[in-house]
């Protein structure tokens, strides 16, 4: 099993709908990160939880929401998606001492 | 707040030119900095970091990157691409350490001819 895994893979939503994304991780690490990857822009922090209690907006939270259920798992809502959500969406875990760990990525399309 | 500029969105070289891709960073506080290398729908793989100690890094499939203090730079280089070299580059800085937040740049993707 992978260290941090992310699901859909794919899911194609409409306009308006709420959809989750889901993140699980094996590393044990507290810190959890979601970012979101569009051509030209790299990689954008939405959301961060340094713990299971602990839960910070990144640069571009707005329209976002997460829920940290557990150290193992951090979720990423859109309550109400809209087409410029459109994007390839990455869960990452952290510690000080193996540092980042990617999952493999959600593309998300909202038509 | 801290910031990561990667200078020219493409990159394009010859099989076994040099390779060079810029990277500039702002930070109030010691960075760590880090390249990491997307292949074509694939994760985020991490080439090289630098945490403080050398300044030249080396890294995976044989690139290597130096942090230079004074420029506020940390470009990525190898000497001879290779055509499985062609991909998405990410320039990344934090500021704890392998701990904090990534802060990507923009991307260079590097595309190897023949």
């Known amino acids: 099993d992978a260290d941090v895994t992310q699901t859909p893979r794919n899911r194609i939503t409409k306009t308006g709908k709420r959809i989750m994304l889901e993140c699980s991780q094996t590393?044990?690490?507290?810190?959890m990160y979601w970012y979101r990857q569009d051509p030209g822009l790299g990689l954008r922090l939405i959301y961060y939880?340094?713990?299971?209690?602990?839960?910070n907006k990144g640069e571009i939270s707005d329209g976002y929401s997460v829920s940290r259920q557990a150290q193992a798992k951090f979720s990423l809502s859109l309550e109400s998606a809209i087409p410029n959500q459109t994007a390839l969406y990455f869960c990452?875990?952290?510690?000080f001492g193996t540092g980042y760990t990617f999952g493999s990525g959600t593309r998300l399309t909202v038509v | 707040a801290q910031s990561v500029t990667q200078l020219g969105s493409h990159v394009s070289v010859s099989e076994g030119a040099l390779v060079l891709l810029r990277c500039n960073y702002s930070?109030?506080?010691?960075?760590?900095l880090f390249w990491y290398v997307q292949y074509p729908n694939q994760g985020l793989q991490l080439l090289l970091k630098?945490?403080?100690?050398?300044?030249l890094v080396k890294g995976i499939n044989g690139f290597e990157a130096e942090f230079k203090k004074s420029e506020t730079s940390f470009h990525l280089t190898k000497p001879s691409a290779h055509m499985s070299d062609a991909a998405e580059y990410f320039c990344?800085?934090?500021?704890?350490?392998?701990?904090?937040?990534?802060?990507f740049g923009q991307g260079t993707t590097l595309q190897v001819k023949p």
């Open positions: 930070s109030s506080v010691p960075p760590y």
């Open positions: 990344a800085v934090s500021d704890q350490g392998n701990t904090g937040k990534l802060i």
């Open positions: 990452a875990t952290s510690d």
């Open positions: 630098y945490t403080s100690a050398a300044t």
């Open positions: 939880s340094f713990d299971v209690k602990d839960i």
């Open positions: 590393k044990g690490h507290d810190r």
